[in-house]
């Protein structure tokens, strides 16, 4: 019966370190591409309205800028989780 718990342990652990793989990578990824592309834009449709057939609508395009810093911390945060996070705790 030990057993059997112990294994239900292990997997739960095996869950929580694939997120933090999964989470590392991400933070990597997205550190990356702010670095080679240093903004990103989205465009937002804030009013619209029907008259008739008649379909009016307003949208604005915002655009933000990524530091560098921001990449680069984006990228030191991922690798320390692969690193450090995927070590076994006593």
Known sequence: MLGCYTA???HEED???NALKVLALLLIVGGVLGLIYHRF???RE???TDIGSLHLAVSNTKSIDVP???GVGAIVAG???LIFGSQSKP
Do not use: C, F, K
Request: charged share 15%; glycine share 6%.
């Open 41 to 43: 834009s989205y465009t």
């Open 8 to 10: 239900a342990i292990e």
């Open 46 to 48: 804030t009013h619209a």
């Open 15 to 17: 869950r929580g370190v």
């Open 68 to 70: 560098d810093w921001v």
């Open 79 to 81: 690798a320390a989780l």
